[in-house]
């Protein structure tokens, strides 16, 4: 059985995995072709705490999906360290996606735009490890990090937006949209949805996820229909 618990903070009910969500994060920003299935392969794993979607890279101002200008999409994740390291995390983002590939467009480039130096050292002993294991170069961009752009909200949570029985739920919750997205029950959900996550898994996190009891058999459902 799911459950909601309230706040002290602010009064207001909430998942009990968002109210228990760690104050100290640490976050990976990169880029690994349409913004949609990495924002759910990240945000089905635990230790992840919060996901978004956007646009960086590049210098044209003020970016939009219909004006991204030189810029890529890119997703950005929110993890928690004691629970999973950078190390960890950035194995995700190699075996993700195909970093070797000739893109069409920069929009859907692979990159990594890291935030200090220790992840841009990862990256790039990452990066070398991986072409010389592949015997082929590995196309992805290392990039400092400097700003990033929030894409639209309807690219934001995709999946999850698709069903309007269950971002009633969150409404409930999360009356602005933006909190949503910041809602580490909506990363899970969303991640399931697309298709990411062990059955296993959904039954172990559904009791934290806020959601009602007769949600865990319709989800179920999805996930084992849309099982990568």
Request: with cysteine; proline share 5%.
């Amino acid at each position: 059985m799911s459950q909601i618990i309230t706040n002290l903070d602010t009064g207001i009910k909430m998942p009990p995995i968002d109210i228990s969500a760690p104050r100290e994060i640490e976050t990976l920003t990169c880029a690994m072709g349409c913004f949609w299935g990495p924002d759910c392969r990240f945000g089905a794993m635990d230790g992840v705490v919060r996901t978004r979607v956007g646009y960086a890279g590049g210098t044209t101002p003020d970016p939009n999906y219909h004006n991204i200008g030189d810029h890529i999409e890119t997703l950005q994740i929110d993890y928690d360290p004691k629970k999973i390291s950078f190390e960890e995390i950035i194995k995700i983002f190699w075996n993700g996606h195909k970093p070797t590939r000739t893109v069409w467009k920069r929009q859907y480039a692979s990159a990594l735009f890291f935030h200090n130096e220790y992840q841009e050292s990862v990256a790039r002993e990452g990066r070398a490890m991986l072409s010389s294991q592949l015997g082929e170069e590995v196309g992805t961009e290392l990039i400092p990090f400097t700003k990033f752009y929030m894409a639209e909200m309807y690219h934001q949570k995709y999946h999850l937006q698709g069903y309007e029985e269950l971002m009633a739920e969150y409404r409930s919750f999360y009356p602005s949209l933006g909190d949503i997205v910041n809602s580490t029950s909506a990363a899970r959900v969303n991640g399931f949805i697309g298709g990411y996550g062990e059955v296993s898994q959904f039954e172990e996190v559904f009791p934290l996820l806020g959601l009602p009891g007769d949600k865990a058999g319709f989800l179920k459902d999805i996930i084992k229909r849309n099982r990568r």
